[in-house]
């Protein structure tokens, strides 16, 4: 796999982050999360409530966010960087987005599971509805069977090692075409 390296600094953490350069969806996604900063919370009402509350130290308890569709794990190393003491939980269908996933999150202290999200456990198919390599779905059909698993189930605790939560931070984007 030919792959290129774009170093980020933040809050004095440097980080690679690898990406296949010839990938729409990798050069895309790093725009998005790094330059553009699409992730960053604190001009919304709600995005301003949860730093204060993540500043107060959630009441002795750990923060969660899980990062459903993680790509390449650009947002597990944003998140990372900017909620140091969050659990960040991956889940991430594609075999090739999985490899650079581990990859750039290396040493850092984020779970990855490699399949889907559902409503219940079991198996989907992968399914790429033509948005480079950052729109990868589930769906009942196609020829890549992928294991799936419901937040609501006790295997996706098992499996993400975290703990369950009491306070859980849900942030969820779709890549949006330009």
């Not at 790093?30 to 709600?46: A, G, K, T």
């Not at 790509?71 to 960040?88: C, D, E, K, W």
Request: some cysteine; charged content about 15%; proline content about 6%.
């Amino acid at each position: 796999m030919n792959l290129s390296q774009f170093q980020w600094n933040r809050h004095g953490a440097n980080r690679n982050i690898y990406f296949r350069p010839e990938s729409v969806g990798d050069r895309g996604v790093i725009e998005q999360i790094f330059q553009n900063e699409d992730y960053r919370v604190s001009h919304w009402p709600q995005g301003r409530a949860l730093l204060a509350q993540y500043q107060d130290g959630q009441g002795g308890k750990r923060p969660l966010i899980i990062d459903a569709g993680a790509n390449i794990g650009a947002s597990a190393v944003y998140f990372h960087t900017l909620y140091p003491q969050a659990r960040v939980v991956c889940i991430e269908p594609e075999r090739s987005n999985c490899t650079l996933l581990r990859l750039n999150t290396d040493g850092l202290p984020v779970a990855v599971f490699e399949g889907g999200i559902s409503g219940s456990d079991g198996h989907m198919f992968l399914q790429d509805p033509g948005h480079s390599v950052w729109g990868f779905r589930v769906g009942d059909s196609g020829a890549v069977k992928v294991p799936t698993v419901s937040p609501a189930s006790s295997a996706f605790w098992l499996r993400s090692t975290a703990t369950i939560p009491t306070s859980t931070w849900r942030l969820s984007w779709l890549p949006t075409r330009r």
